[in-house]
């Protein structure tokens, strides 16, 4: 449980009378609400404030329901499946309207670093607290100050925006100020404890009826009648601020926990990423799991890749060149070399580490049929063929839904290579922060025709009957290539990119087929239990 998943509970706790025990010498809350409504009623009668055409009664009948009576009309009905739980008997259930005097819209005016008053914003609200230094000014007319003049125990409550629903208990006014146009403000009786009135719009009954009264567009809204027509439940006064207290007492204790809690959680999401990447390290240097001489030997299988590509060559799907592969060996001098033709050069200072006798280095080109980046495709609004871009290769897996997609009749002008095959790596090969995210491409789990890369991604096509897709997506999310990918990457610092002639190049210890398998297999073993 987390610092606010704890919060939540005892918030649930206090308003549903599990926080502190009842007294029965309390004056009942049905008393305290008979006072409140004597006393909108007289402020209604010196006309200073409005008459509530929706103000109502609620009761338990006889029958042990819930009903609500409405003083304008005499409608009664029952509520019921309003309720959500029972409360002690001395408490009643309220509605917000009920027990406000007013729920008043913000001013809406431009902020100004002069004016005539100050204007708090939503913005001007952080943790629970008005920077008052922030706070700009506006332009009014003196006859509307007294409308949106803020003061001590109202309450402000975001109406739009991402912070929709978060609310702001006033305590102190050090500058006459009123309040923008985002905010709406509930001033609601004295005879209530304004920390209870504000515990409750943190609990979570208070957010499931704003869920339930927000406007779902794409700047979501809460309005007044929201607000009004919130059921809430009412201690009597003397137990409000014994929950208060209580609460007082409890928070800071909760801070301290959630602080340790975030700490700890941070220090276990840190170990296991150190631990996954020892993991990829153990298993990229073949170490994870162990040698086994009847798998044969990585050479044996680069025999067999080339033959592959002979066949390919001679049925014409593969150019000639594709057969000049180059040969990287340990000489007797015991340094890393390589072949290419006639030529022979040192390696040492490329290779990152040793690897089994049973292994071999290889360049990626000579392990692939095909590495490519894909194209500036002209988009449409048509999803018929989706283009695979930076945001849809995560770390987490592949996200087709992330994807845009290409003009139809730009497909035509494409080589059939350039299709996305089952399996295939897509490697970010562009952009900070961005650049060497790698994914794999599921066929099943795009339900389209096909599908295509764009510019910023480069298509890695292994000889999948030979090499594992998988293995190189973990040899390429291990430290020894991520720690220096932009070392080993082209462009500016602006637009750092891997060019298709650099990733055709990496360097991939390659272990023979099956010890391929047996290493993605414990590498999965291992994660799903760190993960647990």
Not at 399 to 406: V, W
Request: with cysteine.
């Amino acid at each position: 449980m987390n610092g606010k998943q704890l919060k939540n509970s005892i918030l649930q706790w206090a308003i549903q009378g599990k926080l502190v025990p009842q007294d029965p010498n309390d004056e009942p809350a049905s008393v305290l609400l008979e006072r409140i409504r004597a006393e909108k009623a007289r402020l209604v009668k010196e006309k200073k404030i409005k008459k509530d055409k929706n103000e109502s009664i609620i009761y338990r009948g006889d029958d042990n329901s819930y009903y609500e009576k409405f003083i304008a009309t005499g409608e009664v009905r029952c509520i019921d499946e309003e309720i959500p739980f029972e409360i002690p008997r001395g408490w009643k259930w309220e509605r917000w309207g009920n027990i406000s005097q007013s729920i008043q819209y913000g001013y809406n005016a431009p902020a100004l670093e002069k004016g005539v008053i100050k204007m708090v914003r939503i913005s001007d609200i952080q943790n629970n607290k008005v920077l008052w230094n922030t706070v700009p000014f506006c332009m009014i007319e003196e006859k509307d100050i007294e409308t949106y003049l803020l003061k001590v125990n109202d309450i402000l409550f975001a109406r739009t925006g991402g912070t929709v629903g978060k609310s702001f208990l006033v305590e102190d006014v050090p500058i006459k100020s009123i309040y923008a146009g985002y905010l709406i403000r509930t001033r609601y009786s004295s005879l209530l404890c304004p920390h209870y009135m504000k515990a409750f719009m943190e609990s979570q009954l208070y957010w499931e009826q704003l869920k339930n009264g927000t406007i779902a567009t794409a700047q979501p809204n809460c309005n007044g009648k929201t607000l009004a027509k919130m059921i809430l439940p009412i201690p009597p006064i003397n137990e409000q601020k014994r929950i208060v207290e209580r609460l007082h007492r409890i928070f800071p204790f909760i801070e301290r926990y959630s602080k340790s809690q975030d700490a700890l959680n941070l220090m276990n999401m840190q170990i296991r990423e150190q631990l996954k990447k020892s993991v990829l390290q153990e298993a990229i240097q073949g170490k994870l799991v162990p040698q086994i001489a009847e798998e044969g030997t990585a050479r044996k299988l680069l025999a067999e890749i080339h033959k592959e590509k002979e066949q390919l060559v001679k049925e014409g799907k593969l150019k000639k060149s594709a057969l000049a592969d180059s040969l990287i060996y340990k000489g007797d001098d015991n340094k890393y070399w390589e072949k290419n033709g006639a030529n022979r050069s040192c390696i040492d200072n490329e290779i990152p580490f040793d690897i089994p006798s049973s292994w071999s280095w290889v360049r990626l080109n000579d392990i692939c049929s095909f590495i490519h980046r894909g194209k500036s495709p002209k988009y449409s609004m048509v999803k018929k063929y989706p283009v695979v871009a930076q945001k849809c290769n995560q770390w987490s897996g592949f996200s087709i839904e992330k994807a845009k997609f290409i003009e139809p009749q730009s497909i035509s002008s494409y080589k059939e290579e350039y299709f996305l095959q089952n399996e295939d790596l897509m490697w970010n090969s562009t952009g900070l922060g961005t650049l060497g995210r790698m994914a794999i491409y599921y066929e099943e789990l795009n339900p389209y025709e096909l599908a295509v890369a764009d510019s910023h991604v480069t298509v890695i096509r292994p000889y999948k009957q030979y090499i594992a897709p998988e293995y190189l997506y973990y040899y390429f999310a291990s430290n020894t290539v991520q720690s220096v990918i932009e070392e080993k990457s082209d462009g500016s610092t602006k637009q750092k990119e891997l060019a298709t002639k650099t990733v055709q190049g990496y360097l991939i210890p390659l272990p023979p087929l099956d010890e391929q398998y047996r290493i993605i297999q414990q590498i999965k073993s291992v994660t799903s239990i760190m993960s647990r």
